[in-house]
Structure formats: C-alpha cells, structure tokens
C-alpha cells in the first residue's frame, strides 16, 4: 500500500507563486515517477510535471518556464514550484506516484488563482 499526503495549495493573485509538497509512504521502491497532474471544473485531468527517481523531468507546455518539480528521494517527497501563477492554473491538483504498473493518487489540493 502506497500513500500520498499533499499540501501547500490555496488562494493567490495572478503572477503570485505557491509550493506544493506531496509526501508518499508504505512500499516505495527506489525506481519510480512522482508527478503531478490537475484537474479543471469540467475539464479531464492533465498532466502537470512528472520526475523519475534519476532526477529527469518532463513539463506541460502550458507550464515550462513557470513551474518547477523536483523530489527528495530520502523523505519519498515530491515538490512543485509555481511561479507567474495565471487564472487558468486554478484546478485541483494531485500527486501521483507510479511504480511497477500501478499509478498512487493523492486525495487533491484546491489552487485558486485570482486574476
């Protein structure tokens, strides 16, 4: 079993910055994807940002340039930078682990981005 706790999400202006954070434990193997991904009232969820354990990144074209993930192998924790935060960024987000076949969800966390 595979949990993941997130936090950091909440309200902020446009051009303002938030960092989310996303805790994964139980069974964690050293060889895995974090990432996150978001989820707009009624739009599918998307990719955001994904990082294998290697450290090798891969970004949503909406978000290069703004929004940083990264993870700490040691405390099974992903982040995500946002920065240049627009409107249009205003989704759930939730993280997501991926090892051997079987994708881990997190409950979600709201980002509102006023304009």
């Known amino acids: 079993q595979v949990q993941l706790v997130e936090s950091g999400g909440g309200l902020v202006q446009a051009g303002g910055s938030l960092r989310l954070s996303c805790a994964a434990s139980g069974s964690i193997f050293s060889f895995n994807t974090m990432g996150w991904y978001r989820q707009a009232p009624g739009k599918q969820r998307e990719l955001v940002a994904t990082i294998i354990s290697s450290g090798s990144t891969n970004y949503a074209d909406s978000v290069k340039g703004r929004f940083t993930i990264s993870r700490d192998n040691a405390k099974n924790t992903v982040y995500l930078q946002m920065n240049s935060l627009k409107p249009e960024d205003t989704a759930v987000y939730y993280c997501?682990?991926?090892?051997?076949?079987?994708?881990?969800w997190g409950q979600g966390t709201q980002v509102t981005v006023s304009s």
């Open positions: 997501n682990l991926y090892q051997y076949r079987l994708n881990y």
